[in-house]
């Protein structure tokens, strides 16, 4: 149980498109899921917490205007990469938790994206 | 702010040997303490889960600690084996908040 997906699994594109990446909690439903970025060789960056059916949270130092977030239903969120630049290559991962209680507890991580942009 | 210290960066062992690897943490008002593995280019695996009320969690062989008051905690890996190169990662999930704050990682390799 717990098992969240991504999508693509790896996406290449040019500079000046967008990109859009799916994370998909596949037999739980996900009131928070969470957006990280990794650097080679560096650690995970939270980016955003997102909440069903409210804007995303955005942490100090990411664009709101380029990195779009939309938590639509309790069991997707997506993560829009607008207008992307070569320095937007990274690896992006989502999580998710089990409400329980109205706490929450242990995050399960999707298998991340790798994006390249040319 | 919390911030989370994994010492060391990088440990190379030969197989069989039994290892600890370090988290530290800056302020012990925390949730919960997560060990995560990483193997290059993939996502993250979820190894243990510790509670703050929690003293160690075990899994195989795998057992993690946890010192709130010193704000530290440790995985102890028993009779290392070439399948648990990886990275290991620590995420502190502090009270109040629903973020994790990541470690910078322990690159793991056990050679042959």
């Known amino acids: 149980g717990a098992v969240v997906s991504q999508h693509p699994s790896r996406v290449i594109c040019k500079s000046g498109t967008s990109v859009k990446i799916e994370c998909r909690s596949l037999?739980?439903?996900?009131?928070?899921m969470f957006w990280y970025r990794q650097f080679p060789k560096q650690s995970l960056m939270l980016m955003a917490t997102s909440n069903e059916g409210s804007k995303a949270t955005y942490e100090q130092g990411v664009e709101k205007d380029k990195f779009l977030i939309n938590h639509a239903s309790l069991t997707l969120s997506t993560l829009t990469v607008t207008s992307a630049h070569p320095e937007d290559s990274s690896f992006y991962i989502c999580s998710a938790t089990l409400p329980a209680g109205g706490t929450y507890n242990e995050q399960f991580f999707g298998p991340g994206t790798r994006l390249t942009v040319l | 702010k919390q911030e989370v210290t994994q010492i060391p960066a990088a440990l190379s062992v030969p197989e069989g040997e039994n290892l600890v690897l370090n988290c530290s943490f800056t302020d012990s008002a925390i949730y919960n303490l997560q060990w995560f593995r990483q193997d290059p280019g993939k996502g993250l695996t979820s190894l243990l889960l510790?509670?703050?009320?929690?003293r160690e969690q075990t899994s195989g062989r795998l057992n993690a600690s946890l010192d709130k008051s010193s704000g530290r905690s440790t995985l102890y890996i028993a009779a290392s084996q070439p399948g648990d190169s990886a990275t290991y990662l620590c995420a502190v999930r502090t009270q109040g908040a629903q973020k994790l704050v990541f470690g910078q990682g322990t690159r793991l390799t056990i050679n042959p």
């Open positions: 037999d739980f439903q996900a009131t928070t």
């Open positions: 510790i509670q703050s009320s929690q």
